[in-house]
């Protein structure tokens, strides 16, 4: 079965202070790999798609890494308005809006 | 440019009845999915719809149905409520059904008592 699995849950961050975030996947034939930034009450912004093992794709302070099981968001230097939820996205189907997502990762970053 | 657009943003409605959710998407886009989520839960996949056909369908009850309109609207009724309907119901769009990537709209918050 395909599944998605995020971590941690909550990871609160001081400013300036870089981390990862995980999301491990099994799917059969992987077709992209997306991360998603929520704020509350909002709906899903995209950030990145990632396509085959080795790629990355940067953005201001986010990064993101791509691995055979895996996915890493790193976030150098965050600030208090990268505060947000970040969810990924595996596609399953034969259709890329057929989207298998994790529970997110909420990350606050305190001044 | 308008980005994909819900209406309306939030929903009370008692359990039993019916509810319809509105969608258009991003001018130019041609493909529309609806998505349910939960509170501290990802998006959960309900439709896609192409073309006025579904191409996809998750893992929910006949309550649910989709349609999309020739001008590539779409709506999402929910019927029979259920206390468990409550969620934030999101729909998004992309230029073609296999298109990458999927903007996302910011969704009508839903509350059945």
């Known amino acids: 079965e395909d599944q998605v699995t995020q971590s941690p849950e909550a990871l609160r961050l001081q400013e300036g202070e870089s981390s990862s975030l995980n999301c491990s996947y099994t799917?059969?034939?992987?077709?992209?790999l997306f991360w998603y930034r929520q704020d509350p009450g909002k709906g899903p912004e995209f950030l990145f798609t990632l396509y085959s093992a080795g790629e990355e794709k940067e953005k201001e302070r986010l990064k993101a890494t791509l691995t055979k099981k895996e996915s890493f968001l790193h976030i150098t230097a965050p600030k208090p308005e990268d505060s947000a939820t970040y969810l990924c996205a595996v596609p399953y189907g034969g259709s890329q809006g057929n989207l298998i997502f994790g529970k997110g990762t909420k990350l606050s970053v305190k001044p | 440019d308008a980005g994909v657009t819900q209406s309306p943003t939030h929903l009370i409605k008692t359990r039993g009845q019916q509810v319809t959710l509105r969608c258009s998407p991003i001018s130019g886009h041609k493909s529309v999915s609806w998505y349910q989520q939960v509170l501290g839960q990802g998006p959960q996949f309900i439709f896609q719809y192409y073309e006025k056909e579904e191409r996809g369908r998750g893992n929910f009850p006949d309550r649910f149905s989709a349609r999309q309109f020739p001008n590539y609207s779409s709506e999402l009724n929910v019927n029979a409520l259920l206390l468990g309907d409550s969620a934030l119901y999101l729909c998004?769009?992309?230029?073609?059904?296999?298109?990458?990537?999927?903007?996302f709209g910011n969704g009508t918050r839903l509350t059945v008592t």
């Open positions: 799917v059969s034939g992987l077709r992209g």
């Open positions: 998004a769009s992309s230029l073609l059904p296999g298109a990458s990537p999927l903007h």
